[in-house]
Nanobody, 123 residues
Framework: QVQLVESGGGSVQAGGSLRLSCAVS????????MGWFRQAPGKEREGVAL???????YYIDSVKGRFTISQDNAKNMLYLQMNVLKPEDTAVYYC?????????????????WGQGTQVTVSS
């Protein structure tokens, strides 16, 4: 059974940085498509960044140049480095995994989810 646990969220000032982590257990991360999603109050959950089987990355336009998705196969960990954070980045961030992979990210395409971690960016 694949399990995902996010950590690293918190409260920061605009312009600050955070690194989110996702610990993967029950399988080898290299065999999965990994994604980061976020959901702000009153909004739909949206895909933010995709790691295509540890080889290729994709981002939504609003985070390009600021966010970086990466993974460490030896540690079975997925990361999201977030720089130059803006108030509109405030949301609960979720790690997700699936044996399949598609871009753009869609919630219904991912079968495994973490519990989420809160990111709050103040002005």
């Amino acid at each position: 059974q694949v399990q995902l646990v996010e950590s690293g969220g918190g409260s920061v000032q605009a312009g600050g940085s955070l690194r989110l982590s996702c610990a993967v257990s029950g399988s080898t991360i290299r065999t999965y498509c990994m994604g980061w999603f976020r959901q702000a109050p009153g909004k739909e959950r949206e895909g933010v960044a995709l790691m295509w089987y540890g080889a290729t990355t994709y981002y939504i336009d609003s985070v390009k140049g600021r966010f970086t998705i990466s993974q460490d196969n030896a540690k079975n960990m997925l990361y999201l480095q977030m720089n130059v954070l803006k108030p509109e980045d405030t949301a609960v961030y979720y790690c997700a995994a699936d044996l399949g992979c598609v871009w753009p990210l869609r919630v219904d395409d991912f079968g495994y989810w973490g519990q989420g971690t809160q990111v709050t960016v103040s002005s």
